[in-house]
Nanobody, 115 residues
Framework: QVQLVESGGGLVQPGGSLRLSCAASGSIFSINAMGWYRQAPGEQRELVAHITSSGYTVYANSVKGRFTVSRDNAKRTMYLQMNSLRPEDTAVYYC?????????WGKGTLVTVSS
């Protein structure tokens, strides 16, 4: 059974940094592209970054140059380093495969950027 668990969220001031983690169980991690998604209040969920099994990365324009996605296949963990955070980055952040699968959505981790 596949389970994805996000952690690392919290309250941070504008301009600050956070590092999110996504721990995966099951066999999907090493063979799938993985993505970080986020959903702000009142908004649809959006893909902000993804990384292939070989390490190729793609970012949404809104986070390019500020966020860095990485993965450790041996640890079955994906990371999202978020720098220069802005209030508009406030959202619940989720990880999932790419494309996403409904049964893999976890509870997410809340990131709040506010002074």
């Amino acid at each position: 059974q596949v389970q994805l668990v996000e952690s690392g969220g919290g309250l941070v001031q504008p301009g600050g940094s956070l590092r999110l983690s996504c721990a995966a169980s099951g066999s999907i991690f090493s063979i799938n592209a993985m993505g970080w998604y986020r959903q702000a209040p009142g908004e649809q969920r959006e893909l902000v970054a993804h990384i292939t099994s070989s390490g190729y990365t793609v970012y949404a324009n809104s986070v390019k140059g500020r966020f860095t996605v990485s993965r450790d296949n041996a640890k079955r963990t994906m990371y999202l380093q978020m720098n220069s955070l802005r209030p508009e980055d406030t959202a619940v952040y989720y990880c999932n495969t790419l494309p996403s699968r409904e049964e893999y959505w976890g509870k997410g981790t809340l990131v709040t950027v506010s002074s």
